[in-house]
Structures are given as structure tokens and as C-alpha cells.
């Protein structure tokens, strides 16, 4: 509400007042016959115009000067009136009009306050752009992703720009590098936010019970399974995204029905006949070499090149070294509040981490600063209590097995199948004996060419 005695004796001043020098907001101030009376320095800069004063709003409409008037809505209404206005000369700007009443009751001035609508327009793309880059923050922030360096700046911006899409993210890098965090910003990041985030180690669960995690299986399929079957990990994240660490050691018959599922969206449980239409975005992560496992006929190139759609390669930690710091002062905060503690790192200790090797990676250097934290008899810590850990800290080389303990393991199954079908010459009593599902019998004896 506008107070009539304070505009009129701002009317007769020459001096305009703090508010009505908005330089903002362009300012009119009309009588009850729609007259303008008096105008601000900014009205002339948004309006493109000036010679405003003496002139009246109805012969600026009825001549094509400005296309609607608020000071004439104002005075028909009585009433706040809110509307867009174009001039001659092109100009769109927006009217906030305000009816002034004296002490009886009676109308007798309008006060108008417009913007320029290019300004808004370019005010509110600069508000999203804030919210968009505080959107971003908060979700890094809670996916723990903290750092410094350009190569990961240039990680968290593609992340990002592909979060809204549905195509498939590979995601390489040695273990301990994040790959599981750039996982979850990139769903948090997607329109499946509020959907199921699915995670499966693939090299934490044996072969034999993947498929099964994965795709679930119907009544009666298993001895001993349950007996309303199971749902599989990819119904379970279906509108969701399905997150896949250690790809690399996923079975070949698991990559195959995997295949199916990435060009048809769809699965079939274990013992099923029909198929169950899902919508899921997958993304995968490795430390292996995919390229020489295709090469070596253990990793489909089909499957790698469905994957491989958006490659994301998370650099080691010690090839973006501005990161340890920032990661220190996380971490030593973190571990300070578990343990109440008050241990602060030195330069020399932050230098001596810089310039050391961590082949674990994040994960190496969060039980660094947690060890420290804990056990330092000192609050500040020196580069020498760094290297009272760094020998225990970091793996010293071993001697490579000729044979990896997965072959090794696949052999010693081989030979035992090989040695029962000998035995028995049937599927379906193996299965038996060794209480499991015929059909993974079958399709390991023709895996292992025990039989046609």
C-alpha cells in the first residue's frame, strides 16, 4: 500500500528518493486521468525513450505508442494490475501498477513499476545457471567426490552432461580411484534419481549364482531354491540404473544374456518361458584391460562395444597429485570427528604424500589419514610419520602366478565334471549329486566339451 500524503510531497520535491532512483526497476507516476507526472533516470534506459512526463496514457494507446496501458487498467479497476507492455519501438517490458487512494477514498494517482523483459529473461537464466551449479555441487558433495585437479573437473563435467541421457557409461580405472562415486552422481544426475540404484559386484559372487542374482528364476528351478522363485536384480531396477563393478569378470554365458538385455530390454528368468519387458540404464565399471580380454576371447566384443558408449577413465591418484590435499583435509575432518581427536597435517606431510605412490589409490590414502588420526602421538603431523606408514602401507611386489586362481579354479571344475560324467554319463544325476540345477550342468559340460 503506497501512502497518498508521502507521494505527494515526494511529488513536490525535486529530489528524487533512494526507492524511486531504483535502478532496477523503471518508475511512473501518473494523476487519476492517467497524466505522468514524474518518471525515474531508469524508466528512459529500459523503455528506450524519454519526454515521458506531461503526456497521457490513453492518447499513447490510441495513437500505437505503447499497446496496452497499466495506469489506464488501474484507473478502470481500482485495482493492482499486472501485465506485459510492447512500445513502437519494439520494447517488452512487464507492469506491476498500483492504484493510490487519499484519505476519502478517492483514486488519485497510479505508480507503475515495469522491467525489462530481455533482463528478466537474462536474470532468470543466470538463477538457473546458479541452481544448476548448486544442484551439481550438492550432488557431488554427497557422493563424496572431492577434488582439486582439472582431470577430474573434466570427469565430473562429462559425468554430468550425460547423466540425463540413457546411454551406457564405462567406467575404467584402477581399484580405488571412484569409480562407484561417478557411478552414483551420474544417476543422481538422471530423471531416474528417485528410481532403484542396483549395484553388483560381478567378482563378488560366483559364477554359478550370478545368472540367478541377475535374472532371477521361477518356482521349481532350483533344489532347495525358494519356493515363489525369485525376483532378479535387473527387475528389481527396472526404471533405475543397474550399476556393474568388475564387468571384466563377468561369466561369457552372463555377457551373453547381458547382450540381450542392452538391444532388446528385456530378461527371462531361470526356468521361465516368457519375457519380462525392463527399462534400466546400465553402467559398467572395470580395473581390467576389456580391449585385450576381447582380444583374448574372454570378454564379447559385442558387449564391450554396447558398453564402451560413453568411456569414462578415472586417472590414478598419483596422476592428479592436487587432489591428495584436498582429500587429506577431508578425511583427517572426517576421522577427527569419529575419534574427537584434533590432528592436523603438516605441508611436509601433504609434500611427502604428493610424491608418493599410492597404488591403492583413494582407498589407500583414507587409511592413511585414518591410521594417523588415531594413532599419531602428535597433533601435527610430519612427513616422518608418513613414512612410519608408507612401508606398511604399500605392497611390495609379488611374484605373478603362471596361472590365475579364476583359470585355476575353472580347470579344477572341469576336471571334476570330466570325472563324474565319466562316471555316470548323464546330466541330470551330476546335478543331483552336487545339488544344482541340470541346466547349469549341461551348459558347463558342453563349456568345458565333456560332451556334444
Known sequence: MIDYNQLVEFLSS??????????????????????????????A????????????????????????????????????VFLEQRLSNNKRFLAHGYPVFDAEGELRHVVTYIMDVSELQSLKSEL??????????????????????????EII???????????????????????????????????????????????AIPDSLLESELFGYEPGTFTGGSKQGKQGLL????????????????????????????????????????????????????????????????????????????????????????????????????FNDKYRKSKDFLPSALEKLMDTRLEGNIRQLRNIVERLVLLSPNDSIGSADIEKVLPREVPQPVAKPATPMKDMLKEKEAEMLRSLYQQHRSSYKIAELLEVNQSTIWRKLKKYGITD
Not at 47 to 59: A, E, L, P, Q, R
Not at 130 to 143: D, G
Request: aromatic residues 8%; glycine residues 8%.
Open 235 to 334: 527387475e528389481k531396477a527396472d526404471t533405475g540404473t543397474i550399476f556393474f563393478d568388475e564387468i571384466g569378470d563377468m561369466p561369457l554365458d552372463v555377457q551373453t544374456k547381458l547382450l540381450r538385455v542392452l538391444q532388446e530390454k528385456e530378461i527371462r528368468r531361470l526356468g521361465g518361458h516368457k519375457t519380462v519387458k525392463v527399462d534400466v540404464r546400465v553402467i559398467a565399471a572395470t580395473n581390467a584391460d576389456l580391449p585385450a580380454l576381447v582380444h583374448g576371447k574372454k570378454f564379447r566384443q559385442d558387449l564391450y562395444y554396447r558398453l564402451n558408449v560413453i568411456p569414462i577413465n578415472v586417472p590414478n591418484l598419483y596422476e592428479r597429485k592436487e587432489d591428495i590435499p584436498a582429500l587429506v583435509g577431508y578425511f583427517a575432518a572426517v
Open 157 to 203: 563435467d562429462c559425468a554430468q552432461t550425460v547423466a540425463n541421457s540413457d546411454a551406457t557409461v564405462l567406467i575404467t580405472g584402477e581399484s580405488g580411484v571412484g569409480k562407484e562415486a561417478i557411478a552414483a552422481l551420474i544417476h543422481e544426475g538422471s530423471d531416474r534419481k528417485n528410481c532403484p540404484f542396483i549395484k553388483i559386484n560381478c567378482n
Open 45 to 80: 534506459r529500459i523503455t528506450g525513450t524519454g519526454g515521458w512526463v506531461g503526456k497521457n496514457f490513453y492518447d499513447m494507446v490510441d495513437e500505437g505508442f505503447v499497446s496496452e496501458s497499466t495506469s489506464v487498467n488501474v484507473i478502470a479497476t481500482r485495482k493492482e
Open 128 to 153: 538457473e545457471r546458479v541452481h544448476n551449479k548448486m544442484h551439481r555441487l550438492r550432488l557431488i558433495e554427497e557422493n563424496r567426490i572431492i577434488y582439486e585437479s582439472h582431470q577430474m573437473q
Open 14 to 43: 525535486p529530489d528524487d528518493c533512494l526507492f524511486f532512483d531504483n535502478p532496477f526497476l523503471g518508475i511512473t507516476v501518473t494523476d487519476n486521468t492517467g497524466t505522468v507526472l514524474r518518471v525515474n533516470k531508469s524508466h
